[in-house]
């Protein structure tokens, strides 16, 4: 009977381990997934951001050139 007490031990301490380790995979990938969506937040940001400054640059731009040719 002792045998199998510690055999049923070992048996659910592995499946704990097994369980801990899952676990363990579930939250580091939700980390990753975490981390990917900032980073495209971010870079659209930025992105964005760079698409509004080289339209208010080429608007002024052309108003320059609007006044060198009216003026």
Do not use: P, Y
């Not at 969506?37 to 339209?55: G, I, N, P, Q, S």
């Amino acid at each position: 009977m002792l045998t199998t007490n510690g055999e049923k031990l070992a048996a659910a301490q592995k499946i704990q381990a097994g369980m801990l380790r899952k676990e363990r995979e579930l939250d580091d990938a939700r980390r990753e997934v975490e981390l990917t969506v900032e980073t495209k937040v971010a870079f659209a940001a930025v992105r964005d951001k760079a698409k509004l400054d080289v339209e208010d640059s080429f608007k002024a731009e052309v108003a320059e050139s609007s006044c060198h040719l009216l003026g």
